[in-house]
């Protein structure tokens, strides 16, 4: 049974304490929180200080992936701010280990996002020191976009490293995850669901985020 993340990317912000009682009452396991700088891409997200309301209205894990770049600026203030995992982008940091060190040492879940360019191979120095990899299943920077065809291949090479070598390590798909695709993504080997307009633009959302839960 996977976990599902609803993209608060998604939500409605102009509401944002009725979508986190929405979650917090439905099957959803993490609460997926994007962060974007304008810079690592093309868009402006929202920050520290909206992560620190939505940590005071929930429980759930807080799941938060930075599209950013000098990662290591933030990561203290994250860590303060409530987050339970922290993913840094691979293209991102020219010093990836020292990246999740300092991510470990702040007493948070270490992960690593993939942009749908760079090869999961990439990850294979690093697999054993990280928790989390969150394959972008689209070009990151903007929601509601088509889930990349060719990730299936990615998801199946990446549960191949992790069994081969015996790790403890999550994959999580992000970007363009829908009902009618997310059994092939999980047979494939992924273990995490980042849903965004699936969900928030759902007529039912709860319902929604349970038909993905159940998804077998």
């Given at each position: 049974m996977p976990l599902i993340a609803p993209s608060f990317l998604s939500a409605n912000f102009l509401n944002l304490e009725a979508d986190c009682r929405m979650l917090n009452e439905s099957a959803a396991d993490w609460f997926h929180l994007d962060v974007m700088d304008g810079r690592f891409?093309?868009?402006?997200?929202?920050?520290?200080?909206?992560i620190e309301?939505?940590?005071?209205?929930?429980?759930?894990?807080?799941?938060?992936?930075l599209m950013i770049l000098e990662p290591e600026r933030y990561a203290e203030a994250f860590a303060k701010a409530g987050a339970d995992i922290l993913s840094v982008h691979i293209e991102a940091c020219t010093h990836l280990h020292?990246?999740?060190q300092?991510?470990?040492?702040?007493?948070?879940?270490?992960?690593?996002?993939?942009?749908?360019?760079t090869p999961v191979?990439?990850?294979y120095d690093i697999l054993g020191d990280i928790d989390l990899v969150c394959l972008m299943s689209v070009n990151p920077g903007f929601g509601g976009q088509t889930f990349i065809p060719r990730t299936l291949d990615k998801i199946r090479e990446l549960r191949r490293m992790i069994d081969d070598n015996k790790l403890n390590v999550q994959i999580e798909i992000d970007?363009?995850?829908?009902?009618?695709?997310?059994?092939?993504?999980?047979?494939?080997g992924a273990d995490v669901l980042v849903a965004g307009n699936t969900v928030f633009r759902s007529a039912d959302p709860v319902a929604t985020i349970a038909a993905l839960k159940n998804i077998a």
């Open positions: 891409v093309p868009n402006i997200s929202f920050g520290i200080p909206v309301h939505i940590r005071k209205a929930t429980t759930k894990v807080c799941d938060v992936h020292r990246n999740i300092q991510i470990k040492s702040l007493g948070m879940k270490a992960g690593v996002a993939v942009n749908p360019h191979a990439a990850l970007g363009g995850v829908t009902l009618q695709n997310a059994k092939s993504i999980i047979d494939a």
